[in-house]
């Protein structure tokens, strides 16, 4: 690689560092806002017009704030977990294409690329966890292990199904493949694993357990603040748009519009982040809807639900794929089987026990006896 070509690297990625950091910025305000109206609040509208300055204030504030070191916490270890958190969230985005050509490399193997990378943050939350040196860290980074890779076999399911359907690992054969019908409607089971598990991923609602306050009082990142509580919050955020854009080019159609032509650069970047903010919004409906899982909820979820569906799905689309099944039918089979696992839920949920609860109320006449 010649010097040129590294200056061009580097620009590359500084560039596309300062576009997600805008991208945070109206993400966390979007959110407050499309919050706010599903709870009849009207949510940030002190500070700038109409409340657009909110999420710069409350960037400016973070940067300003003091960075608190505990005198018991592993210093290295503390000071690095952000970054093994952050630094994978960014590198996925080195090959996720916003439009036609429109990317900083484009692989061959770039949704193996994209797994491969994402795994790795597991890492950060666990140390950061550990080096707090701190009982609800730990437990915090301990829950985060146990929920990423419980829920990161759903995702790799549901993206192996769509790389045999495309024939490629490649983001922009797989957009092109969709040109027709995308695969949404192909596999509406795997787009509803895939984003189940991308919530997971994340630690949103309803699947926040490793950061749960009313439980774990923050998780990994309770001994943190300031600046260093800020990477942690963004890489939350770039993944979230991480998983609507991955979302829109697996499933969506990416920059794909009927009527709009794929191959110019501003409307493909048009189409890609309106289909992406929808995707965003729903992410964010989902927080302001539902509340949060239990543990044992969650990790049954997974194991006896996600999971096999995923490999469901894998069989079909394969024998589908074998048979040379026409693709409405196999659309239906995948919408089908969804349907019947809610069916399934809805009825369990119906017809399980309720637990009982006896609630004794305090009776100073038995005091006495008590004592004795």
């Known amino acids: 690689m010649s010097l040129l070509d590294l200056l061009k690297t580097i620009s590359a990625i500084m560039g596309m560092l300062t576009v997600l950091s805008v991208i945070v910025l109206s993400l966390t305000l979007l959110e407050r806002k499309f919050i706010g109206r599903i709870q009849m609040r009207k949510g940030p509208n002190r500070v700038g017009p109409f409340g657009l300055l909110q999420p710069v204030a409350d960037a400016i504030k973070l940067v300003a ?9 592993d210093k290295v270890i503390y000071w690095v977990s952000p970054l093994v958190v952050f630094i994978p969230t960014f590198m996925i985005w080195v090959t996720i294409p916003v439009a036609r050509d429109v990317v900083i490399r484009n692989l061959d193997m770039g949704l193996f690329y994209i797994i491969a990378f994402s795994v790795l943050s597991i890492v950060g939350l666990i140390s950061a966890g550990w080096a707090s040196a701190n009982k609800y860290a730990i437990i915090g980074g301990f829950r985060a292990a146990a929920q990423l890779i419980s829920y990161e076999i759903p995702i790799i399911l549901s993206v192996l199904a769509i790389a045999m359907l495309a024939g490629s690992l490649n983001l922009e054969r797989i957009v092109d493949a ?3 019908t995308p695969y949404i409607f192909l596999q509406p089971l795997g787009a509803f694993l895939f984003l189940c598990g991308g919530l997971a991923e994340l630690g949103r609602t309803p699947f926040d357990i490793h950061p749960a306050e009313s439980e774990v009082v923050g998780g990994p990142f309770v001994e943190y603040s300031g600046a260093h509580w800020s990477v942690f919050f963004l890489a939350e955020y770039i993944n979230t748009f991480a998983i609507a854009a991955l979302t829109t080019l697996l499933f969506l159609g990416g920059w794909l519009f009927p009527g709009l032509p794929g191959n110019v650069t501003a409307s493909g970047v048009l ?7 929808l995707v965003v919004l729903v992410i964010f409906w989902f927080r302001g809807t539902y509340p949060r899982l239990r543990i044992d909820q969650l990790m049954s979820l997974g194991w006896k639900v996600l999971v096999p569906l995923g490999f469901i799905n894998v069989v079909v689309t394969a024998v589908a794929l074998k048979t040379e099944l026409n693709e409405i039918i196999l659309g239906l089979i995948s919408f089908v089987i969804l349907a019947s696992t809610f069916w399934i839920i809805s009825v369990r949920m119906r017809t399980a026990p309720k637990p009982e609860y006896t609630v004794r ?8 006896l008590n004592a004795r």
Do not use: H, N, R
């Open 65 to 73: 704030k003091e960075d608190i070191l505990p005198t018991w916490v």
């Open 361 to 368: 109320l305090y009776d100073p006449s038995l005091e006495g």
């Open 178 to 180: 969709q040109a027709t």
């Open 271 to 277: 189409v890609f982040l309106t289909k992406t903010y």
